[in-house]
């Protein structure tokens, strides 16, 4: 493809990060040497593990005071081409490197290697807010913002009205940002960062704030953007608008591109492979799993989750209706008065949750111990495919764990008598599949078209 096609060209992008070891920035380049000098052998060894880690001894770390585990290579050997115009979605978990990515391509930060050529001047929607001043008004900083983005006065001055319309905010644009809600703060500085006019626009999750509202509306403002012919790369978990906004996707995984190529396959890919992940045998042993660091767990924790069938089998597969048991498995470290739980089916890619079934309160003191607690689900309403399942515990009115993607559910398909096979085809929408039971077809139907057809739930 000619330079003249292209907008980005990657070539073998690689970007890695040290764990765990403080840099020692220097002034000069004086007081570096000055560094090196001073253990000659050690740094030589250093440097020379950081800058050949494929060819590195894992076994030397003792001696050279590195070791495989000191280094995360973010991005590895990353190539890809986007031409003038496309939409390129870019998906993966998180720590895939997506975000890497893109601060690579708008130079915020530098590769370990390789090289992008940008064919176009560039702007980027990656960590929106980014120049807000506290002190400063909505107004001032509109332009503020703006001139952080890249826009220059006059595009500010020509497009202050309709930025201003966008966020909503009209009453308080004259207010100081220290007394806004987070909410407004996000919807001001998502409108100043959406009415760029680059060539071509990086985005990075940035739909993921505001209310859901806002967020149709900054989907709405995205695809107006597509629509304009403009070269973007998109990032996000929201694998629907990834399928909306996007001809083309790229999957990465540990820094490394899984797959790419047109978007409705890759996701497919992509969404079988997170199923993978979720256990699918109906035990998992959930104690060494990292929590979030607003998760409490000074009174308790859940160590583990089981799926039992109506025959009370562990089981990760069920039929259409079939009767579900889910078994949590707790810890209390302290004496608590009341506890409850709460446990979440939601689509294998995280994206959505599909319902959560919550426990009563518990109004029981219970010790430090180890405690079990069920919830049936009979029947399960649960279209045939896979699904996650997520768990939750509160003690004392306070949350003290939530982890999600504990098991995994596999649904298959179950015809009751009066069934039709067309059931089985994808026409047929929805994750749910309720207790049904169409009443026949009588005449006069335009007189009592109330009473005629009667469908039962």
């Not at 064919?119 to 001043?133: A, K, Q």
């Not at 704030?209 to 403002?221: P, R």
């Not at 859940?302 to 562990?314: A, F, M, P, S, T």
């Not at 026409?427 to 005449?443: C, H, K, L």
């Amino acid at each position: 493809m000619s330079s003249n096609e292209l907008a980005i060209k990657a070539e073998n992008i690689s970007k890695y990060y040290r764990i765990g070891i403080k840099e020692q920035v220097h002034d000069s380049i004086g007081g570096a040497i000055f560094d090196f000098m001073k253990s000659p052998m050690k740094n030589y060894r250093k440097y020379r593990s950081l800058y050949n880690f494929d060819d590195m001894n894992p076994n030397a770390g003792s001696k050279s005071g590195y070791n495989s585990f000191d280094i995360i290579w973010a991005l590895k050997d990353v190539s890809f081409e986007v031409k003038k115009g496309e939409v390129l979605g870019i998906i993966g978990r998180n720590g895939a490197g997506k975000s890497t990515l893109l601060k690579i391509l708008c130079k915020i930060t530098h590769p370990a290697g390789g090289l992008a050529e940008i064919h176009g001047r560039i702007s980027s929607l990656l960590e929106v807010g980014t120049g807000f001043h506290q002190e400063l008004t909505g107004r001032e900083n509109v332009y503020l913002n703006g001139t952080v983005l890249g826009m220059t006065k006059k595009e500010v001055d020509r497009k202050f009205d309709e930025i201003v319309d966008f966020s909503g905010i009209e009453r308080f644009i004259d207010t100081p940002v220290k007394r806004y809600s987070s909410g407004m703060k996000v919807r001001l500085a998502f409108s100043v960062a959406a009415h760029l006019e680059p060539e071509i626009l990086l985005v990075d999750e940035v739909l993921a704030v505001g209310d859901l509202a806002f967020q149709k509306k900054c989907l709405g403002k995205l695809g107006d953007v597509v629509k304009e012919g403009r070269t973007i790369l998109f990032v996000s978990h929201n694998m629907n608008a990834i399928s909306n906004l996007t001809q083309n996707c790229l999957w990465l995984e540990e820094g490394r591109i899984i797959a790419e190529g047109k978007t409705d396959r890759v996701i497919k890919e992509y969404v079988t492979s997170l199923s993978n992940f979720i256990p699918n045998e109906g035990w998992n042993d959930i104690t060494g799993i990292k929590r979030h660091s607003s998760i409490s767990l000074d009174k308790g924790r859940i160590d583990w989750v089981q799926v039992l069938d109506e025959r009370n089998k562990q089981s990760g597969t069920f039929l259409e209706g079939e009767p579900i048991t889910v078994v949590i498995g707790f810890r209390l470290t302290k004496q608590v008065q009341t506890l409850q739980f709460g446990c979440s089916v939601d689509t294998v890619d995280g994206t959505t949750k599909l319902f959560t079934v919550p426990s009563k309160e518990f109004f029981e003191t219970k010790n430090p111990g180890n405690y079990e607690v069920r919830v049936y689900m009979e029947p399960n309403h649960l279209r045939h495919g896979d699904y996650s399942l997520g768990v939750k515990m509160f003690a004392d009115g306070q949350r003290q764990d939530t982890i999600g993607g504990v098991a995994r559910l596999n649904i298959q398909p179950y015809l009751s008598a009066h069934d039709n096979p067309a059931y089985l085809h994808k026409w047929v929408a929805g994750y749910m599949r309720f207790n049904y039971e169409w009443g026949s077809i009588q005449g006069n139907a335009t007189n009592q078209l109330h009473s005629s057809i009667s469908v039962k739930m």
